[in-house]
């Protein structure tokens, strides 16, 4: 049907035209003018976070929490093909494509996030780690279901970019062998991770060494996300030719964050205690290390505030998709 309007649109304007002149021959008729093509204005960063918060998460917020499952043998054999691990690191966009679910980090909770940083350190690097970013989204996630006494927990970051430009995303975990307890902000986040030494973890990394691989990734170490495409791009979808990063990012949680789940156990759903965060509360504080230097090098950069409330959806779940970002070769 739409099709058939637009094929004919085109013919009843002219016929409009035809009609007004009245008797008078074909070669007195004026030609048409084309009228402009309409564009949509470029939407800000802002913009489409308001969009995908408002019209996405936010009402498709679950009246009942899911439980929280871990990955299946079906879901591990999923992982173990290439075909379907490679496509972490090159789909592109904010949403699944159509078929695809998550297998690990299935279930967690979306919040949108301000990244601060210091007047102090905005001279260290270039972009993103330079002017920060006032229009982000978070996804709090655990790899797994808990066991009595570990967990998994992970945080996606979405940021948003003005104009056509693609969202930019960061990974960052404490370990893929996870931690021991269920405070989710017990341990500090980075996007470098020790090699894991339970079975699960390194069957994981091996997989997506492999993907990785195929993809071309300069290093295909999955326990290495490269932070380029952040020094590289500014909020207003400027970039930067001649760019600095840092090699590492340490997201420390604060004593604020930390007392939330001081005494969490695996009877806890760590989606309930994240809903009770306050807007404005700052969650991480965030720290930078050259490769090669001890933790106690680390400077300060900057801080991650929470700007809503901590929400669980289905579009969280079943749709919100993080790029996997590593350099290529």
């Not at 009609?19 to 309409?38: E, F, K, N, W, Y």
């Not at 975990?173 to 030494?197: E, K, R, V």
């Amino acid at each position: 049907m739409q099709l058939y309007k637009n094929k004919m649109l085109p013919r009843l304007i002219g016929l409009f035209a035809i009609a007004a002149t009245g008797c008078q021959s074909a070669d007195l008729v004026a030609p048409l003018a084309h009228a402009p093509t309409r564009m949509m204005p470029a939407r800000t960063a802002c913009q489409k976070v308001d969009s995908m918060w408002n019209d996405k998460i936010a009402p498709s917020r679950y009246d009942q929490l899911p439980p929280l499952t871990s990955p299946g043998i079906f879901d591990l054999l999923k992982l173990a093909s290439s075909s379907f691990s490679v496509k972490a690191l090159t789909a592109e966009g904010d949403e699944l494509e159509e078929g695809r679910r998550k297998l690990i980090h299935a279930f967690g909770a979306e919040a949108r996030l301000r990244l601060v940083i210091s007047p102090a350190a905005a001279g260290d690097y270039t972009g993103i780690f330079r002017s920060g970013a006032e229009c982000m989204i978070g996804r709090f996630s655990l790899a797994a279901k808990s066991t009595a006494t570990t967990s998994i927990p992970g945080l996606a970051l979405k940021i948003f970019i003005d104009g056509d430009q693609p969202s930019i995303n960061l990974h960052l975990m404490h370990s893929l062998d996870g931690q021991a307890g269920q405070n989710y902000f017990a341990q500090t986040f980075s996007n470098i991770l020790p090699p894991p030494d339970g079975f699960p973890g390194r069957l994981i990394a091996s997989l997506f060494a492999r993907s990785a691989v195929l993809f071309g990734a300069k290093d295909p170490n999955p326990g290495r996300l490269t932070l380029e495409h952040l020094a590289g791009t500014l909020p207003n979808g400027n970039r930067i030719p001649v760019f600095k990063a840092p090699y590492q990012l340490l997201y420390k949680p604060t004593a604020q964050a930390h007392a939330l789940m001081q005494g969490a156990n695996a009877e806890d759903d760590f989606r309930l205690k994240l809903a009770r965060l306050s807007i404005g509360q700052v969650l991480y504080d965030i720290y930078t290390l050259a490769e090669g230097e001890p933790a106690e090098n680390a400077r300060f950069l900057g801080q991650l505030v929470l700007a809503s409330h901590v929400v669980s959806s289905h579009y969280g779940d079943e749709n919100l998709y993080f790029r996997h970002n590593m350099e290529k070769q």
